[in-house]
């Protein structure tokens, strides 16, 4: 048997899962994913054991909702041969174990640092010498952007190489953060300690990592959720999509400097987050979801406060949504900009919106069905054709409309909640874990794996944005400098996702 | 010197009311009518930081950006009151002087040796290249029309043949209304409310600007504006009196800002490479004006 086949959110036995050699582990992970669209690398990390580094490669298929886990024991030292000569799907993954663990590709060809972490294995790599792709031309200009974000948001540094007003090579260098949040996760042993963190991962996708983070623990302890659990979980994370959906047209609209939709559509999102201060005490949902239990029930009231703010956002919406897409001027700004192919999302093995703008289907919500989804809500992914910045925005709009069904037909059967009590959570020795959740963005993965004395060995995290800053850096190209915000904005990715 | 105090007055207020404009027409309430000109004040009472890298062009390029707008207003006449100075061909050396002030703007901005301000200078020179003869051919048919050339003999004998001057004073101000629009790099060819440097015209140029000098360059847009809306209003006061002109021309003035504050509200931004072709209309409209004369004046069959 070459890999173990696992389900979302299910525990297995660490012994389970095979170890090959390294060239079987090779040839079979990319093997797995080559020619295979429904297939794509979720996670890929390496594990320190004694003197020698464990490679875990989970695979997940969209059709049979497995996900396929298979290991390999290198030493370190030595130059192997990488998986992203043969797919680029691994780029990221090969770059991060290079950095974690000192270990050489030969046949890698984009091996740069990726986040710096302090922990790294060469501290000779200093983000100051990071080695950019150049261009020698009198022709061509390099333009620098950031690390200082002009506006308010996080830093990354952006440099374009230039002919005139066209972009030809984007190169994004994130790194600043260095927050070091996989080693916070095993020297922090309380729970709530680490639903913080999970929390925290990224601001703006709080609902979706304590999600992840709380079924996965859930099951590493070999406990059953509560209906109610699953409820609010389900529903959090659509208001949030929601949420950030419109935040989003409303960036949008204002890097076309389209006013109007700019301050509708920013005015129409908060209602969405007061709602979680309503029930959480938090507009970010900090609070809410925690492994085991929830603090804030879920009442009747809430659920018809809920419904009036629907019934309030829809017409408004709706109206506003009419004029913005077949506003010319907005039309002739949105379409045909930052395309990104189908061949290169998936080459790339983007996830969430950035593969489904461009046809291909890639919904953990319907592929690997988590808390309610395919239970009380039977998803249908939203899918567009033409990769480009109009796909993404008609993506939002109509996933923003169909979150706010799944919403409602949530709300028709709100769940009794039990009074939360504080539980013994204990997990389980020398066991494997991934949770996967669809975040507004995107897939997020986590894995945990625990040693022999039921203590986290690994916490690996993933957020969507890992792959997809190499989509926007695709999409940016042959466009104009200028659109450069635009594309960006409607990609809306997460520097502190990538710098965890 | 009645038409530079009042052009002076006006732009107190101008900036106020188009931000005004765009607040109301978003829905919400939006700063005083006096706020940007407080902001203005405010940066004027401040000293400016320099770049070590930046050379004098950068430190006289404000000064002179800004008297260039002045002298420009001067020159500018109200009704049949001539301006401060007033000859025969004044109109060109007003686009001029008004050139010289940018260009010393787009030395400065490539003296601080960024690649961002490079990035801007290049659009602001190609833009304000491309609005030339769009400029040059209404002021050229006005005086076609007219038989004369300065502004003042221009504007004072417009109305004298047929009410078809209305007609043609509509259509220039139409295109004047746009080459304001450009001239200042507003909607919709450049954001001014935008943060984002690289879709940036003009605020890009004057990135490493500050305090008193970024003062007198925020001043000169409120001054831009009110210089072409005067234009606009000449083609209109005509001969009326004093008493009568004077409220027109701020009932003008006021209507110019408002339309600014709309086209900005409901529009898009132009992406960058659709620019040229939308002031190529430009010119082609002020073409229309030309044949308009040609037509009036008999001189085409």
């Not at chain 1, 297995?12 to 990319?30: R, S």
């Not at chain 2, 004040?41 to 006289?60: D, E, N, P, Q």
Request: glycine content about 8%.
């Amino acid at each position: 048997m070459r890999y173990f086949t696992v389900y979302n959110n299910q525990t297995v036995n660490i012994k389970d899962i095979p170890v090959l050699k390294y060239q079987e582990f090779l040839d079979e992970n990319v093997q797995l994913v080559q020619n295979h669209s429904e297939r794509h690398c979720v996670n890929f990390f390496g594990v320190r054991e004694q003197e020698q580094v464990k490679l875990y490669c989970c695979i997940a298929d969209d059709l049979s909702h497995e996900i396929y886990v298979n290991a390999s024991l290198i030493d370190l030292g030595g130059k192997l041969s990488s998986l992203t000569f043969h797919n680029h799907n691994f780029e990221k993954f090969e770059r991060e174990i290079t950095e974690n663990f000192g270990i050489e590709y030969a046949d890698h060809p984009w091996l740069k640092p990726m986040r710096y972490a302090h922990n790294r294995a060469n501290k000779q790599q200093q983000i100051a010498n990071y080695p950019f792709y150049g261009a020698d031309s009198e022709e061509l200009h390099e333009v620098g952007v950031g690390p200082i974000h002009a506006g308010i948001i996080e830093p990354g540094h952006f440099r374009f190489i230039c002919n005139g007003e066209q972009i030809l090579h984007l190169e994004i260098q994130l790194g600043y953060q260095h927050r070091g949040i996989e080693a916070l996760f095993l020297q922090k042993e309380k729970l709530l300690q680490r639903a913080t963190l999970a929390e925290n991962i990224a601001g703006d996708t709080t609902v979706g990592h304590t999600t992840a983070f709380s079924n996965l623990w859930e099951s590493l302890c070999g406990m059953e959720t509560h209906k109610s659990l699953h409820f609010s979980r389900t529903l959090a994370l659509e208001l949030e999509r929601i949420a950030i959906h419109t935040g989003d047209l409303a960036a949008i609209a204002g890097d076309i400097a389209y006013q109007l939709g700019n301050s509708v559509y920013g005015r129409l999102r908060t209602p969405i987050v007061n709602f979680f201060q309503e029930w959480g005490g938090n507009r970010l949902a900090k609070g809410i979801i925690r492994p085991g239990k929830i603090n804030y029930p879920f009442s009747k009231e809430l659920g018809q406060s809920l419904m009036d703010i629907f019934r309030a956002y829809e017409p408004d919406f709706n109206e506003m949504t009419e004029q913005f897409l077949q506003l010319p001027g907005v039309l002739a700004r949105l379409e045909r900009t930052g395309v990104v192919s189908y061949a290169q999302v998936l080459e790339i093995g983007t996830v969430g919106m950035a593969a489904r703008m461009s046809g291909l289907e890639r919904d953990i919500r319907k592929s690997h069905p988590f808390n309610l989804y395919q239970n009380t809500i039977q998803h249908k992914p939203i899918l567009k054709q033409q990769g480009d910045v109009f796909s993404r925005t008609q993506i939002r709009k109509d996933e923003i409309e169909q979150s706010i069904s799944y919403c409602k037909q949530l709300l028709e059967n709100i769940p009794h909640f039990n009074k939360p009590e504080n539980i013994e959570f204990v997990p389980e020795k020398e066991k494997f874990t991934l949770s996967l959740v669809e975040g507004w963005r995107g897939e997020i993965c986590h894995c945990a794996i625990t040693d022999e004395n039921g203590k986290l060995k690994a916490y690996k995290i993933k957020d969507p944005s890992h792959h997809n800053w190499m989509a926007l850096a695709q999409a940016v190209r042959n466009n104009e400098i200028s659109d450069f915000p635009v594309c960006n904005k409607s990609f809306n990715l997460s520097y502190c996702g990538h710098d965890l | 010197m009645l038409s530079f105090s009042i052009i002076i007055t006006v732009s107190i207020f101008f900036m106020g009311i188009v931000v005004r404009t765009k607040s109301l027409a978003s829905g919400r309430k939006g700063p005083g009518v006096m706020q940007p000109i407080k902001d203005i004040i405010r940066l004027l009472r401040k000293g400016a930081v320099f770049s070590t890298t930046t050379s004098y062009i950068f430190r006289i390029a404000p000064s002179i950006y800004l008297a260039s707008i002045l002298m420009a207003i001067l020159m500018l006449p109200h009704g049949n009151l001539p301006g401060f100075i007033s000859f025969g061909g004044d109109f060109v050396m007003f686009a001029y002087i008004l050139g010289m002030g940018k260009f010393m703007m787009i030395i400065a901005s490539l003296d601080t040796g960024s690649s961002f301000e490079g990035m801007g200078a290049s659009r602001e020179a190609l833009f304000s290249m491309l609005i030339e003869p769009a400029f040059f051919i209404v002021m050229g048919s006005l005086a076609l029309f007219t038989g004369h050339t300065s502004f003042y003999d221009i504007f004072s004998t417009l109305h004298f043949g047929s009410h078809i001057s209305y007609l043609i004073g509509t259509l220039a101000a139409f295109v004047l209304v746009f080459v304001a629009m450009i001239e200042n790099s507003r909607m919709p060819v450049d954001d001014p409310k935008t943060h984002l440097e690289l879709t940036m015209i003009h605020e890009v140029m004057v990135l490493d600007n500050s305090g008193f000098d970024l003062g007198m360059i925020l001043y000169a847009t409120p001054l831009k504006f009110v210089m072409y809306g005067t234009l606009i209003a000449n083609f209109f006061i005509g001969e009326l009196p004093l008493q009568w002109s004077i409220p027109v021309f701020f009932i003008i003035q006021f209507v110019f800002a408002v339309t600014i504050g709309i086209i900005e509200s409901f529009s898009a931004r132009f992406r960058m490479s659709h620019n040229p072709q939308f002031i190529f209309i430009l010119t082609s409209v002020s073409l229309l004006i030309f044949f308009g004369v040609l037509l009036v004046l008999g001189k085409f069959i």
